[in-house]
């Protein structure tokens, strides 16, 4: 009789841990049956979309009424960003054609960034995000995603598209109050790079271009070294990540042949506009600087030379030292300062715009030197947009006060 009781539940052990295991399996095939109810949660549970009882993000007094025009790289990170900011209120994604549960896919996992720390569901036509309702909507023409129905007074634009005041007043005309552009404006619209010129915009204009990831990596180290030691000409070249404009094997640019090979087996030689550009933001170095870009095989993350002639002569000591001084100063959280042997993976996901290498520097003499500086060239650019769009609103709360 003991050995029956023994083996009777024994067997019955066995009996539910199977069963177990059988409906977590189903559980999980379900959860990632994309346009199904469910999506996926870190730690393999599955959570029914239209439940979103959790409790929000617990935000400033009166953060910035937000919306996003565009859902790739730039759009998504500046999305996770702002969810988690507590001056940020993301209302209203425009994502084109992308449906909302690729667009939770899509928002949760990044194959540089990594699983977002938080919970994303789908509720309807909208995105639950870590508690709190992202409208989500698919349209082309800014007239008809309704930015005035759903409150978004900031706009960031980042399909590539509305790069002008004239093409972005149909998001004005369309209810928002601001509109940022997250790439170098294709007119003479106002620039604005955080850390370098922030007190350029003074509630002015409707419409304000953050630059480019690379202008924002270069500007930061320029502000640093002409104030104290002037630069009388120099050239940038950055050692750029590839991005989703090359192509993955060789294809086809009749404007750039060398754009058109494979970007994941080869340095390519590029032109960029971020040094001149630098201009724009720092008027003193107009006509002083100017550069170039090689396009290498890695993911993320991009590292700028700066050779310049310098004004006053000096030594790459002192200059370690007013870089590490602005660096945990008024230049904080923009400007960065290393002294470690770090390579690129060690920047992914870093905030901070331009991060100064002192370990990678060379000095010719007194008044020649190289200087190198890293970014991450996503997620350091889209916290920018980010706290460009927070600056303007409180300009611009003053300026109505």
Known sequence: KSLRRTTFLYLAEMYKTVLVGVLSVAAGANAFQMGSSFVPRMGGQAETARRATMTGPVMAEDPVKCGINGFGRIGRLVARIMIKDPETNLIHVNAGSATPDYMAYQFKYDSIHGRFDGAVVVDGEDLVIDGQRVITTRQRDPKDIGWDKTGVEYLCESTGVFLTSEKAQ????GGCKKVIFSAPAKDD???????????????????????????????????????????????MTTIHAMTATQAVVDSSSRKDWRGGRAASGNIIPSSTGAAKAVAKVIPDVKGKLTGMAFRVPTIDVSVVDLTCKLKKETTYEEICNEVKKRAAGDMKGVLGYCDEPLVSTDFESESISSTFDAEAGIMLNPSFVKLVAWYDNEWGYSTRVKDLMVHMAKVDAKVSA
């Open 170 to 173: 149909a998001h004005i005309d």
């Open 189 to 235: 619209s106002l620039t604005v790079v955080m850390g370098v010129n922030p007190d350029d915009y003074k509630g002015q204009t409707d419409f304000v271009s953050c630059a480019s990831c690379t202008t924002n990596g270069l500007a930061p180290l320029v502000k640093c070294i002409n104030d104290k030691f002037g630069i009388e000409e120099g050239l």
